[in-house]
């Protein structure tokens, strides 16, 4: 693999890495939360959405998440309204695997015309020649499932080598999908689900990271359903911050291959969240949050 760590950035907590050959801040945006309800349609305030993206690039934020399934489509023309032309430095990360039906489930869409077609959709709602990164989506909404990512992998590197996308990653993958991709081609990231609470990832992380591939945690925050417990509060309280602050630091504290996708509608919780993420974490700290999510790991 060819992704590795890079000079820290002064200016946004976790510094850089670099996906493939692409810089990027550890610290990004995920942009899910910017569509309607259950992330389906439109925003209530387009004009808060926009404000919250343009907040993110002027905060130094580099490296964005997003997918033409949230709204369907809206989360990227949010993205095109609200940064195009893009700064050279701004790297997008979109996903494909599933589309969205009418009651606004995510049923599975990986035969290789869905796979195509995704892509090309990305293309155009994102006003972009070239995709930085897409990250196959595989699994269902209850999580990873088990069975061969080949035919659909083998979809993705052929539109990379057409040229319309730049790196790879997976998401919502198992950890058997993750060694078969590796027998495929190269891959730059995978995104899962993770946070403080739910770590059935923490021996993927140490792979990958010795491997010099990003873990890109998805619902960092707890997604739908904030994290909540008395041991992040009593942390939170004693540095006088939010357990948003303190799960963030965390993740970035967990292993230097993890970079951030927080996401939010708020400009002000983005602000809240660059400068809460900065966060230093003692020792005793650690050793409490390590109790959270039952599976005590090895911290860097
Ligand atoms: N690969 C996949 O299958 C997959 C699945 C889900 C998500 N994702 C990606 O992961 C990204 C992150 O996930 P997520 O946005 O769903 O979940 P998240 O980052 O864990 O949490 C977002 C929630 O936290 C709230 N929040 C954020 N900052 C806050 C603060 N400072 N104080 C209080 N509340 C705060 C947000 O509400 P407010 O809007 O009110 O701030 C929102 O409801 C998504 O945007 C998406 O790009 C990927």
Redesign the pocket.
Known sequence: MTTTRTTATPTLPGGAWTLGDLPVTRFG?????LAGPGVMGPPADREAALAVLREAVRLGITHL???DA?GPHVTNELIREALHPYPATLRIAT?VG?RRDADGGWPPAREPDDLRRAVHDNLETLGADTLDLV?L?LGDATGPRPGSLATAYETLVELQREGLIRHLGL??ATAEQVAEAETIAPFVCV???Y?LAHRRDDALIDRLAERGVAYVP???????T?LQSATLSAVADRHGV?P??VALAWLLHRSPNILL??????V???R??VA?AGLTLTAEDLAALDTIGGAPAATP
Request: proline share 7%; charged share 10%.
């Open positions: 945006y995920g942009a899910m939360q998440d997003t997918a949230y996903k599933a990250n989506r998401s919502n995104q899962n689900l946070n998805y619902f960092p925050l707890g997604g739908f904030p939010r948003t602050a996708i927080p996401g939010t509608s708020s002000a919780h983005l809240e969240n809460g």
